[in-house]
């Protein structure tokens, strides 16, 4: 018996204390990893990760303090927690990159694109990245600015996190990629980096939308100013102004295009057992059209046609009655 008790023991104990070791070694393993990488980078992030940064004038003979320019700060904190935090600064940047001062001609080479990483790769074929530049290709952004305008100008390499597909929260990632928009749409200095005309002020473009604040905040940019494709998670043809939804049924109906671009990871074309549609939406946000309930809609009918029959029996007891 007692034998049996220690095995248990043994068996829960492993249970209970194996579980955090093998975290414990996924750990130290991501840390070695880590290490490398924290050790490769330190040496570029230790000026571009500050605002100010110090080197040796041999011409005067002492060290100088010197402001970065802002465009250049890396924010290290950030990094680390992008898609690309594992890599080192020269697997895209040129290793001359590595002399201090950089060689002139290394300032203007040109910048990767996702294609030039991703393009070809089974290991990334699930997220149809040539797909998407197809799609791009045909937006207003690449038709109007063509090679000014590149998968960099959205996504900052140094920062750029995948959110539709790993955050739960659902505000914070309406939030994340709104905010992309609004890095040129909200900044004038960005803006005319690709156009001398004057940036329409967001508030005012859209001063027509019905409880601004609240759309702003339950839903992207990109619900009513991209096209719809099936094959990718994430539109990227975005469509001319002209061309941006404004029919409020579009989103607030039963065949919701929510379904098809904001909420088209989560859907999956199931219906409550209560009788609610897309219940995936529920969830987060209960949308006016979108959230119908068929057992209230048989309800409401009914009631509606209860109604109608006495106010029929009433109008006909009153024509009798008068007779």
Known sequence: MKIIKHFLFAIVFLTVIGAPLSILAQEEEAKVIDSYTYEQNDNCLKCHGHSTYTYYNEGVERDIKDRMNPYF????????????????CVDC???????????????????????DCHAGDEAYAKYDFEKIDEEFQKSVHYSKHTEDFSCNSCHNPHTYKINARTNANMEEF??????????CHADISKY?????????????????????VMHFKKVRCIE???????DILVSHNILPKEKAVKQCVECHSKNSRLLASLYKYQFTNERSALGFSNQEMLDENYVIGANRNYYLN??????FVIVL???FIHAMLRIFIKH
């Not at 309406?174 to 890095?183: K, P, V």
């Not at 002020?201 to 409880?211: A, D, F, G, K, M």
């Open 174 to 183: 309406i939030s994340y990629d709104n905010e992309i928009c609004l890095t």
């Open 73 to 88: 700060i890396i924010d290290s904190t950030e990094y680390y927690v992008s898609n690309h935090r594992t890599f080192v």
């Open 309 to 311: 029959i006495i106010i």
């Open 298 to 303: 048989v309800l409401s009918i009914g009631l």
């Open 93 to 115: 940047h040129s290793m001359e990159c590595e002399e201090f001062p950089h060689p002139a001609e290394v300032r203007m080479e040109p910048k990767f694109s996702c294609l």
């Open 192 to 212: 005319q980096l690709l156009t001398t005309k004057e940036n329409p002020n967001v508030l005012e473009t859209h001063s027509w939308l019905p409880n601004q």
């Open 224 to 230: 009513c100013h991209a096209e719809i494709n099936n």
